[in-house]
């Protein structure tokens, strides 16, 4: 299933392989604005950049333009 979320004035595609996972998306959203503001540099590098995200149960991977630049985080 895919779904668009706002994220830094950007839409940003969200794809999950879970049909009923609506309380995944919403803790994205939370997790990464928080991530945003007290990440690492690395992180912060990833979301600056960020073009898409797959949720994989209780994780999340983060898609960047440069490929290095990919990161998994939990979202619980």
């Known amino acids: 299933m895919?779904?668009?979320i706002l994220f830094q004035n950007k839409t940003i595609p969200v794809y999950i392989t879970e049909s009923n996972n609506k309380k995944a998306v919403e803790k994205l959203s939370i997790v990464l604005n928080r991530k945003l503001e007290t990440g690492k540099n690395?992180?912060?590098k990833c979301l600056k950049s960020l073009i898409?995200?797959?949720?994989?149960?209780s994780?999340?991977?983060l898609h960047s333009y440069n490929?290095?630049?990919t990161?998994?985080?939990s979202l619980y």
């Open 42 to 44: 690395a992180l912060k």
């Open 2 to 4: 895919r779904t668009l």
């Open 52 to 57: 898409s995200v797959e949720i994989t149960g």
């Open 59 to 61: 994780e999340a991977t």
């Open 67 to 69: 490929e290095k630049d």
């Open 71 to 73: 990161l998994t985080i």
